[in-house]
């Protein structure tokens, strides 16, 4: 087990690259089920969440290695159809392989995902969608049963926009028979990368980019390489401690069109931000004014960088209130924040905090990956010295985060405890 030792009052300066975005290549690398075949994905963040996804390719039988952050898969033979329940718990997203599988081998047994630190995290909308494609779904034992003769084209619509909802059903419908239309489908730029994804495939798919996907199945698709692209939500994380912390960074390898809304944020509570190509550099010298935020499907405020807003409006002299209306239960941060002095109470599903108090150093605990985010970030700016524990949250989804800290002047560091 590792934790981290942060000592606050450094400013954040300097240049950082952010890797390839961990939600974008939980869609992607399910396709490889679609087609047998070698795929190799550049610019893959080697992080755990991409351990575990190619650890479970690799309980089916399919090949892969992760070398630095280019990543081969071998899909051409496959001797299992079962997603198992020791995988699926440790990330949820697993189950983005029902869908292809269904689809390609017209089976699958897959774990229901449980719940989460944040909430119930329901898969309704995978399994409706994927009934009304043609698939016969059971549920027993804590597994989904799914089977079919063939899938067929259909109109679908999602009740709530829902990223796996529709990475699952579309990733289906491509080699459904006939045509299919989604409505109401997420806009997230992950979606979006899928969904080219499946088009260089050799897929049929129109509206990509809209909330209205039009789908012509095929019969077969070509396995292909892709780039990742750049982790939105990473590049959230260290604009807001660059804010947070009054630094002055420069963010290389990152998609500014992706993150308008932070971007607009960061600038209304002072931040002076420069938007060049896919470099962003972000100046903070003064303290930030409070500014209230409301997540929202994209391209609204993403719920992933909820809790590093909260840890950023700690330094906010005034009140702010943060809600969250994707995951109304999202803020098992605020606890921890509370030991570092945090002003902060939560009613409901939203987050009213007391910005300008002087934070100190203590030890806290990760919940969960995002949560764990703004537990390092707050601990940034904390007097004196914090420790995080179950940095292992952290690991999920982001790459040697404490060395890109460190080379921006953080004093943090990472050692091993059997403290839990
Ligand atoms: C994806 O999760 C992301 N994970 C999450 O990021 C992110 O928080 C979330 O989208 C929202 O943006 C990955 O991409 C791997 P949803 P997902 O289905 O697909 C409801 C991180 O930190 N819903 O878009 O599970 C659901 O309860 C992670 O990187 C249903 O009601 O999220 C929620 O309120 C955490 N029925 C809303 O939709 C369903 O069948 C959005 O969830 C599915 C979802």
Known sequence: MDKFIVEGGVRLSGAVRISGAKN?????????????GVYRFHNTPNIRDIWTITRLLGAMGIHSELNKNELFIDSTNINSYEAPYQHVKQMRASINVLGPLIARYGRA????????AFGPRPVDLHLRGLEKLGANIDIENGYINAHTEGLKGTRFHFDVSSVGAT????????????STILTNAALEPEVTALAKLLVKMGAKIEGIGTTTLEIEGVDALKSVED????????A?????????????????????????AVIAKLEESGCTLDVTGNTIMIEMNDAPQ??????????????????QWVAYMMTAPGASRVTDMIYPT???HVPELHRLGAKVDVHENTALIQGGHPLSGATVMSSDLRASASLILAALVAEGRSEILRVYHLDRGYEALEDKLRNLGASITRVKTDEY
């Open 24 to 36: 974008a290549a939980l869609a992607i690398i399910p396709a490889v089920l679609l087609q047998p």
């Open 109 to 116: 047994r897959v774990s229901l995902p449980g719940g989460c």
């Open 167 to 178: 990475e699952n059903v579309l990733s289906a419908a491509v080699l459904a028979k006939g």
């Open 227 to 234: 780039d990742i692209i750049p982790d939105r939500i990473e």
């Open 236 to 260: 959230a994380t260290f604009l807001i401690g660059a804010a947070m912390t009054r630094g002055k960074v420069q963010l290389d390898g990152v998609n500014p069109y992706h993150l308008t």
């Open 290 to 307: 409070p500014v209230d935020i409301t997540t929202a499907p994209y391209p609204g405020f993403p719920t992933d960088a909820q809790a």
């Open 330 to 332: 999202r803020f098992h």
